[in-house]
T-cell receptor, first 110, second 115 residues
Framework: AQRVTQPEKLLSVFKGAPVELKCNYSYSGSPELFWYVQYSRQRLQLLLRHISRESIKGFTADLNKGETSFHLKKPFAQEEDSAMYYC????????????FGSGTQLTVLP | EPEVTQTPSHQVTQMGQEVILRCVPISNHLYFYWYRQILGQKVEFLVSFYNNEISEKSEIFDDQFSVERPDGSNFTLKIRSTKLEDSAMYFCASASGGRSYNEQFFGPGTRLTVL
């Protein structure tokens, strides 16, 4: 069975400070990992996926298979980064189901 | 930019009643999904649909649930006899099946309240 764990329900940082949102997973095969974000009163949207290895809005995430982690990082947080962040896992293969973590509410303070 | 739409945004129903939640996926997408999120809990997968049939379903998706693509644009989730514990936000999603095949685009959700 697959599982995604986000240990922090709430995370507050000051503007300009680095931020790291933690995500650990368990899955027996080779998963695909994603970060989804939900801004206030908006829909869930994909932030980034590990396969593309890109930086979106200054965020990066590296898949560490040894530690089964996919932490999301940004060196300098901005107030507009305040949102709910969900880590998600999908089995490899065409358009498979997503398993979500419980989410981390990030608040960036001025 | 095309978006997934869902109607209604909020549905209130009595326990035991049937409800149909509607979704219009992005027009050239081939994969369709329903997820739900009970208040304060995780987003949970219910079912995926491809080529006019269910491709995967979770344990939550029991005989009380069904999905249908009645025409070329709508994708519906029916709950036959609602229970109090069906109260949740229900999200529809779609994916193209192309190069970024695993990017699922989500709708805004339907909040279902069962009284």
């Amino acid at each position: 069975a697959q599982r995604v764990t986000q240990p922090e329900k709430l995370l507050s940082v000051f503007k300009g400070a680095p931020v790291e949102l933690k995500c650990n997973y368990s899955y027996s095969g080779s998963p695909e990992l994603f970060w989804y974000v939900q801004y206030s009163r908006q829909r869930l949207q994909l932030l980034l996926r590990h396969i593309s290895r890109e930086s979106i809005k200054g965020f990066t995430a590296d898949l560490n298979k040894g530690e089964t982690s996919f932490h999301l990082k940004k060196p300098f947080a901005q107030e507009e980064d305040s949102a709910m962040y969900y880590c998600a896992l999908s089995p490899s293969g065409s358009a498979r189901q997503l398993t979500f973590g419980s989410g981390t509410q990030l608040t960036v303070l001025p | 930019e095309p978006e997934v739409t869902q109607t209604p945004s909020h549905q209130v129903t009595q326990m035991g009643q049937e409800v149909i939640l509607r979704c219009v996926p992005i027009s050239n997408h081939l994969y369709f999904y329903w997820y739900r999120q009970i208040l304060g809990q995780k987003v949970e997968f219910l079912v995926s649909f491809y080529n006019n049939e269910i491709s995967e379903k979770s344990e939550i998706f029991d005989d009380q649930f069904s999905v249908e693509r009645p025409d070329g644009s709508n994708f519906t989730l029916k709950i036959r006899s609602t229970k109090l514990e069906d109260s949740a936000m229900y999200f529809c999603a779609s994916a193209s099946g192309g190069r970024s095949y695993n990017e699922q685009f989500f709708g805004p959700g339907t909040r279902l309240t069962v009284l």
